[in-house]
C-alpha cells in the first residue's frame, strides 16, 4: 500500500481549431504508430549537419511542425501523458517521472520520493487516447510508454522492464523473435541494448499483430544528453541512432502490408541543455534553517518545493521563496499565485504539486544532494545536460512530424501545442476525446 500521496504554458499557434462535433465512426481498418524520441529538441531537427533520412523523408512526404511546445514541468511522463490525454498536468495529474509521495510521520527516509511503479488507473487521473481507442473496439499496443504500468486498455505491452514471463514476451520467445537470456539480462543492460529490443518488440507488434494504435518510446536520445549535453557529438550520434530506429519501423509497417492505412507521428516531450553548474537546493534549505520545513524535488531546469513542516504553511512558503531569492543561478522563485501563468496546477486543486517552483537560469541546473556546496561547478571537462527548465525556454522546443495516411501533404505548421496531439491522434482513428483542452490539428487533416 503507498503511503499518504501528496496529492500555462505560453500559446504561440494560431494552426489548430476544434473540429466540428459530429458522429464518429471507429477507423477499424486504419493504424497510426507514434514514435517518442525522448529530449529530440526542436533545434536539433532543424540543423542540416545532423543526418536524419528516415525522419526528413517523413517530413517531406507528410508536415512538420516548427516546434511543439511541451507542458510545464519539461519532463517526460507528464508530457507524453499531455500527448495522449490532450489535457495539462492540472487535469492529468503527472508532475514527475512516477508519483510523488509523503515519508509516514517519524520516517527516516526522505520527506517527498517519486515512486515510478505505480498501475496506471491510479497515477493518471484523465482518460487517454489509448482508452478511447480500446472502449471504441480498437487495439492498442505499446513498448517503453510511460506512466502506462499495467493498463487495462493496452492489448499488447512490452513495457519499460519486460517481465521474463509476460504474455508478450513469452509471445516473441516462441516466435524467436527475443532470446531467453536477453529477456533474463534486459533491465541491467545499457539503453542503447534496450532501445534495440524496444524497437525488435515494435517491430514484432506490427508485423504479428497490426494495432490500430502503437505507442512507441526510445530513450538513448536522452541518456546520451543527459550524460554529453546537448549539442555535442555525443548527442548527435544519438539522434543518428534514433533515426535508424524510425526507419525500421516504417520497414515493418511496409512488411505488414500496412502503408496504405498507416499514419506515422514522429513526436519528442521537450528539448535539452547544457548546463555548467549544479543547484542544491535542499543544501540551501538546510542553510535557512528550513531543512524540516521543506524538501526540493529536483527537476534539472527547475525544482519543485514542499512545505514538509511547521504550523504556518504561509509564513514558510515566504521564507523558502526568501531563501532563494537572489541565489547565483536562480531566474524565478514561483509561489501559487504565479503558477497559473506557468501552466502549473494549484497545490488545493491537486495535492501532489508542490508550494514553491524555483527555475534555474541558462548553464545552471537543480540536483537532488543534501550535501556539498549550494552551488557548484561541474566537473572539469563535462558537460551535462537537462531539461525541466521553464517551458518558455526556446531549447525546450520539442518535435512533431506526421506522415502517412491521414495528412495533408506540405501543410503550414508553426509552433503547435502538444495538447493538441491526442485530438488529431483520435480523428485518424475515428473516435472522440471529448471534454479536453487540445483540439485536432484540422490543419493537416484531409
Not at 16 to 44: C, E, K, M
Not at 297 to 310: D, F, L, S
Request: glycine share 8%.
Amino acid at each position: 500500500m503507498l503511503a499518504r500521496l501528496l496529492s500555462l504554458c505560453l500559446v504561440l499557434v494560431c494552426v489548430t481549431a476544434p473540429a466540428p462535433v459530429a458522429a464518429q465512426t471507429p477507423a477499424r481498418d486504419r493504424h497510426v504508430i507514434v514514435i517518442s524520441l525522448d529530449g529530440f529538441a526542436a533545434y536539433a531537427l532543424h540543423d542540416p549537419a545532423i543526418p536524419l533520412p528516415n525522419i526528413r523523408a517523413l517530413a517531406r512526404d507528410g508536415v512538420i511542425a516548427d516546434a511543439m511546445m511541451p507542458v510545464n514541468p519539461t519532463v517526460t511522463w507528464p508530457n507524453h501523458t499531455t500527448m495522449v490525454t490532450g489535457v495539462s498536468p492540472q487535469r492529468h495529474g503527472l508532475l514527475y517521472n512516477g508519483l510523488p509521495v509523503r515519508a509516514e510521520p517519524g520516517s527516516t527516509a526522505a520527506p517527498v520520493r517519486i515512486e515510478a511503479h505505480v498501475d496506471k488507473p491510479d497515477l493518471v487521473l484523465a482518460p487517454t487516447v489509448y482508452d478511447r481507442a480500446h472502449d471504441a473496439g480498437l487495439t492498442t499496443a505499446e513498448v517503453d510508454w510511460v506512466a502506462i504500468e499495467n493498463a487495462p486498455t493496452i492489448t499488447w505491452d512490452f513495457p519499460e522492464y519486460s517481465k521474463p514471463q509476460a504474455p508478450l514476451a513469452r509471445e516473441m520467445v516462441q516466435a524467436g523473435a527475443i532470446t531467453e537470456e536477453e529477456l533474463q539480462t534486459f533491465a541491467k543492460a545499457p539503453i542503447t541494448f534496450r532501445d534495440a529490443i524496444w524497437t525488435r518488440a515494435a517491430e514484432y507488434i506490427i508485423t504479428a499483430h497490426k494495432p490500430n494504435l502503437l505507442l512507441f518510446h526510445l530513450l538513448t536520445t536522452d541518456s546520451m544528453q543527459h550524460q554529453y549535453g546537448a549539442r555535442t557529438l555525443g548527442a548527435a550520434t544519438a539522434l543518428v541512432l534514433a533515426d535508424a530506429r524510425v526507419g525500421q519501423i516504417v520497414d515493418a509497417a511496409r512488411r505488414a502490408g500496412m502503408l496504405p492505412t498507416t499514419t506515422f507521428l514522429i513526436v519528442s516531450d521537450h528539448g535539452f541543455k547544457t548546463f555548467k553548474h549544479r543547484i542544491r537546493a535542499n543544501v540551501i534549505l538546510k542553510a535557512h534553517g528550513l531543512g524540516d520545513q521543506a524538501w526540493a524535488v529536483a527537476e534539472g531546469g527547475t525544482a519543485n518545493i514542499y512545505v514538509t513542516g511547521g504550523a504556518d504553511k504561509a509564513k514558510t512558503i515566504a521564507e523558502v521563496k526568501a531563501a532563494f531569492t537572489g541565489v547565483d543561478g536562480v531566474s524565478e522563485v514561483l509561489t501559487p499565485a504565479e503558477f497559473a501563468q506557468y501552466g502549473y496546477p494549484s497545490p488545493d486543486v491537486l495535492p501532489r504539486m508542490s508550494e514553491v517552483v524555483v527555475a534555474a537560469k541558462d548553464g545552471f541546473a537543480f540536483d537532488g544532494a543534501t550535501s556539498g556546496e549550494a552551488v557548484e561547478d561541474v566537473a572539469a571537462g563535462s558537460t551535462p545536460g537537462a531539461h525541466g527548465y521553464l517551458n518558455t525556454d526556446p531549447d525546450m522546443r520539442a518535435i512533431f512530424i506526421a506522415s502517412g495516411v491521414g495528412v495533408k501533404r506540405g501543410a503550414a505548421l508553426g509552433v503547435i501545442r502538444n495538447l493538441d496531439v491526442a485530438p488529431t491522434i483520435a480523428a485518424w482513428l475515428g473516435i472522440t476525446m471529448p471534454n479536453i483542452e487540445g483540439h485536432a490539428l484540422t490543419a493537416i487533416l484531409p
